[in-house]
């Protein structure tokens, strides 16, 4: 197999790019060499569509090998909270930015829909229900200041203009930003 298919494979099925392979010895059971042998069987004979069931065969023979080396264990073993951290980290040093999930999950090094799927799984939240949430804090925080202006605290939370920001402000807190600054001042 080449390198960069069995990391493109492993990436669709386990949803991780940063994988290393070694060259280590596994007992590779019976599913193994019956697999390696339909696909010998498959060249060999050169029917119609063999190059289709030589290309699928490839990809269960990697899979078979990835179940046998028990590299979902491994990865599994790996502490989830991990990705999570990385991800919140970024959302609070990124927080004025837009958002992007293809460029989160390369923070992570996840494929997206792993990642989106397993951080809610964690925290309850989307990925991007938790970026607002913390763009939102920091608004309260800025907010908090009485020589920041509404519009000036919107921009420097990312937000591309003040009725967005007002409206996601209000869902949040219950509150408009000038509402909520009069109570706290």
């Known amino acids: 197999f080449e390198t960069e298919f ?5 990436f669709g099925v386990y949803g991780i790019r940063d994988i290393r392979f070694s060259n280590t010895i596994v007992p590779c059971g019976e599913e193994i060499p019956a697999l390696a042998f339909r696909f010998m069987d498959e060249y060999d004979r050169k029917r119609e569509g063999f190059s289709y069931n030589l290309s699928n065969l490839s990809v269960h023979i990697a899979i078979a090998i990835f179940r046998q080396t028990g590299i979902s264990g491994q990865i599994a073993a790996q502490n989830p909270q991990d990705f999570v ?3 919140i980290t970024h959302f609070a040093e990124h927080y004025e930015e837009s958002f992007s999930l293809d460029a989160l999950s390369k923070v992570v ?3 997206k829909y ?3 799927r397993k951080f809610k799984d964690m925290t309850g939240k989307t ?3 938790y970026f607002q949430d913390i763009r939102m804090m ?3 925080e800025l907010l908090s200041n009485p020589d920041n202006r509404v519009i000036d605290v919107a921009v420097q939370c990312g937000f591309k203009n003040h009725s967005h ?3 996601l402000f209000r869902r949040h807190t219950g509150l408009s930003p000038t509402e909520y600054r009069a109570r706290i001042l």
């Open 127 to 129: 990925p991007y229900a």
């Open 6 to 10: 069995l990391e493109e494979l492993f």
């Open 109 to 111: 090094n996840m494929s």
């Open 165 to 167: 920001f007002t409206q």
């Open 138 to 140: 920091r608004a309260l």
């Open 85 to 87: 951290s990385k991800a």
């Open 114 to 116: 792993n990642f989106a």
